[in-house]
């Protein structure tokens, strides 16, 4: 039996001296959240766990056509997985995800929001945690979703 290869490790990023973020790419055997985790930085009930400089590094997964996606930081970097709130409030414009739905690697008729308010894109998440709303990361943040 063929063993699942998982999201590959392009890049960690130090957001400040307790957090980083991971840069993943997916591949045919990508692995997803199917639900938000407690500490969901797309959850509303989970702001200020992250430092704002998080949410500036993670903007580019935000942009149209964007092939970066924004990854769950349980998960950490031995078995990355792709964030659930990301999937199901900021990738509608992330070119890496409409690929992997039209492949059959995402399925968001399994990904749920669990009941939990959501932010309903990146930039209101970028925002609520600390990022400027002129800040030039978010510039090219698609909000319209």
Known sequence: MREAILNKILKKTAADKNHQVVSVSSNEDAQYMKKPCQTCPWRKDAVGVFPAEAFRISANTSYDMSERTFGCHTTGVERPKTCAG???????????????LMKGIYDLDKVSDNGL?????????????GVSPDDDSLARSRTDV
Do not use: Q, T
């Not at 990301?86 to 992997?100: D, I, M, T």
């Not at 309903?120 to 609520?128: F, G, T």
């Open 117 to 129: 308010d959501l932010f309903p894109n990146y930039k209101s998440m970028a925002v609520a945690n």
């Open 86 to 100: 990301f999937l199901l409030k900021g990738s509608a414009h992330n070119l890496s995800v409409r690929l992997g």
